[in-house]
């Protein structure tokens, strides 16, 4: 089985910048995607970003496209979320996820982290 665990989240003025970081342990395939996911107070968890572990494509989703950066460590087995002119609306739980199918469906996620908070003041 697989585990993950989120660091780096905290509480940040609009504009600043944090970086999120999910260790990846246990047992995993060799072609694997890892995505973070985030669900902000009242809202349905959304996707935010994904990286294919192979090859490093990157996916996005358009309010965050220019601002997150998504990047792997191999030599670490750690994913990172590099977060950029943080506005008020970021402000959610953050996870992280590893899928071996679609890298923005949810429910293609196989495995799951505990969450970071990210909080964003104005």
């Known amino acids: 089985q697989v585990q993950l665990a989120e660091s780096g989240g905290g509480l940040v003025q609009a504009g600043g910048s944090l970086r999120l970081s999910c260790a990846v342990s246990?047992?995993?395939?060799?072609?694997?995607?890892m995505g973070w996911f985030r669900q902000a107070p009242g809202k349905e968890r959304e996707f935010v970003a994904a990286i294919r572990w192979s090859g490093g494509t990157t996916y996005y989703r358009d309010s965050v496209k220019g601002r997150f950066a998504i990047s792997r460590d191999n030599a670490k087995n750690t994913v990172y979320l590099q977060i950029n002119s943080l506005k008020s609306e970021d402000t959610a739980v953050y996870y992280c996820a590893l899928s071996y199918n679609s890298p923005v469906l949810s429910n293609d996620y196989k495995y799951w982290g505990q969450g970071t908070q990210v909080t964003v003041s104005s």
């Open positions: 246990g047992r995993t395939f060799s072609s694997y995607i």
